[in-house]
């Protein structure tokens, strides 16, 4: 595991909670958008797992819970390993993931590992269209199970859609919908061109009111929706 960064006060990633992130390097995605380019790859030093669980344990007193990212989190064989640890210490956990891995989202569910998931949905869940999206070919098929997962689980989690002009457009948009409908909640984050360095780098983000039009669309799928900006 190739831990690339460690955030003692994340105030976005858990609305609500005094929560610290930890960033873990190596996606099995290939997104052309996205945003963290420099966490596709392991590289340069990883950050000890031990300094953090001991920041963990030290600042209990204020510290509710730790995020999760990264990367792709699932692609880590030992992650079920780090949690186990982190919940050890009585911390909540949040996992951001992909949704590629479903068996170890089961996993992780099954043993209570997580009290929530953001699942980052790309594109309409058919496979030219995903595939598109995440710039490697996906079966769908996992990604839906993984939302199975999280439906069946009990566990709160969010349905997270980085609205990518190109990518999600009015069209694609209400097709993807049709494929969640029936989910908790979703987040429609704006797009940040700031760190892109594929075909995207130049593109220019939805203006403020798109991401509402789709917020009025995407009402009545969800129990809520949230637009988050960058
Ligand atoms: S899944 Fe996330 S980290 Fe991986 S390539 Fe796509 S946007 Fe980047």
Request: neutral net charge; glycine residues 10%; aromatic residues 6%.
């Amino acid at each position: 595991m190739h831990i690339a960064g460690f955030v003692k006060t994340a105030l976005r990633e858990w609305e609500g909670e005094n929560a610290c992130a930890i960033l873990l390097s190596g996606c099995n995605f290939r997104c052309p958008y996205c945003n963290r380019p420099d966490l596709m790859f392991p590289s340069g030093e990883s950050i000890g797992a031990e300094p953090i669980l001991d920041y963990i344990k030290e600042n209990r007193d204020f510290l509710e819970a730790v995020v999760i990212s990264g990367g792709e989190p699932t692609v880590n064989g030992d992650l079920y390993k780090l949690i186990g640890r982190i919940k050890g210490l009585k911390v909540k956990v949040k996992l951001d993931t992909n949704g590629s891995n479903p068996d170890m989202l089961d996993d992780l569910a099954g043993a209570k590992l997580v009290d929530r998931v953001c699942m980052n949905v790309m594109a309409p869940l058919d496979p030219e269209t995903y595939s598109k999206a995440a710039g490697v070919c996906v079966d769908t098929e996992t990604i839906k199970r993984s939302l199975k997962v999280l439906r069946d689980s009990g566990i709160p989690y969010d349905i997270r859609t980085v609205a990518v002009p190109g990518i999600i457009t009015h069209d694609s948009f209400v097709r993807m919908l049709r494929d969640l409908d029936g989910s908790e909640n979703m987040i429609i984050q704006q797009f940040d061109n700031r760190a892109v360095t594929g075909p995207y780098a130049g593109t220019k983000p939805y203006p403020e009111a798109t991401l509402a039009e789709m917020a009025g669309t995407a009402k009545g799928c969800f129990r809520k929706v949230k637009i988050r900006g960058i």
